[in-house]
């Protein structure tokens, strides 16, 4: 893998991408992580190993999303055998992690579950990532210590909040909290606009997806359905511009 990225002392910018273009404009404007999907507009599904090693290929630190289907993350045994499986296609395509996450229906983390799929991407040298489900459990200080309990590195949170930006006070009692035994990464709706805000919550990394919509560009695909009304991608210019307001806030070690 291509040595291309270097320790940083600004915020760390992660951005989540679903296309090989949308991958190709975060990785050349700045983004210090990715987290590769497929189906965005899905809330995020497990990308392809296709995806995964194109990924892997430029040498940005990668977390790909596990996640069988759309919807909630309650999961059965067998959506969880195919979890499983899909860590281990991510670690053979050379990334640097995965995305995951399990909650009962009360909305609490799995923790059976979890601990299953934390072991198994430890076990093939996998950080990880605990998605949003953890904006669905109903105490989030336990949850934080559960997700430390079982070895996840990083939390990706909007502070129990619709949106980052409304989350801030649940985003600084967390990072209070974590005292730096655990990432946390502040995510949803983060933009231009509002990253210095979600800042003052004492984050040091911050998850955007950066996106703009695309232009249609084939009438008879668009009149068969293969192409959606409001399909977005990856936005050069917005990672660059969110990237040059965090390459202004130093502190991250």
Do not use: W
Not at 30 to 38: F, H, S
Not at 39 to 64: I, Q, V
Not at 146 to 161: E, F, N, Q, V
Request: one cysteine or more; aromatic letters at 2%; glycine letters at 12%.
């Amino acid at each position: 893998m291509p040595d291309m990225y270097h320790p940083v002392t600004s915020p760390l910018l992660e951005v989540v991408v679903d296309t090989a273009a949308g991958l190709r404009a975060a990785v050349d404007n700045g983004a210090d992580r990715i987290e590769l999907c497929a189906a965005l507009s899905e809330g995020g599904l497990t990308p392809s190993s296709g995806l995964m090693k194109l990924a892997a290929e430029t040498g940005c630190p990668t977390r790909a999303m596990i996640r069988p289907r759309a919807g909630d993350f309650t999961y059965t045994a067998d959506e969880l055998h195919i979890m499983h499986h899909d860590i281990v296609a991510a670690a053979a395509c050379g990334l640097e992690g995965v995305v995951l996450g399990a909650n009962q229906t009360s909305g609490a983390l799995d923790e059976a579950a979890m601990r299953g799929m934390v072991l198994h991407a430890k076990a093939h040298g996998l950080a990880v990532t605990l998605h949003r489900g953890f904006d669905l459990v109903p105490d989030p200080r336990e949850a934080l210590e559960i997700a430390i309990s079982l070895g996840i590195d990083t939390i990706l949170t909007s502070g129990g909040a619709t949106a980052a930006a409304q989350g801030i006070e649940g985003l600084a009692a967390l990072v209070k909290q974590a005292a730096g035994r655990i990432e946390i990464l502040a995510g949803k709706g983060v933009t231009t606009e509002n990253v210095e805000a979600i800042l003052t919550s004492g984050v040091t990394a911050v998850h955007a997806s950066c996106s703009a919509p695309l232009p249609a560009h084939d009438n008879r695909a668009f009149a068969l359905g293969y192409v959606s009304a409001g399909m977005r991608d990856t936005d050069a210019r917005s990672v660059a511009q969110i990237k040059s307001i965090l390459s202004g806030k130093g502190g991250r070690s």
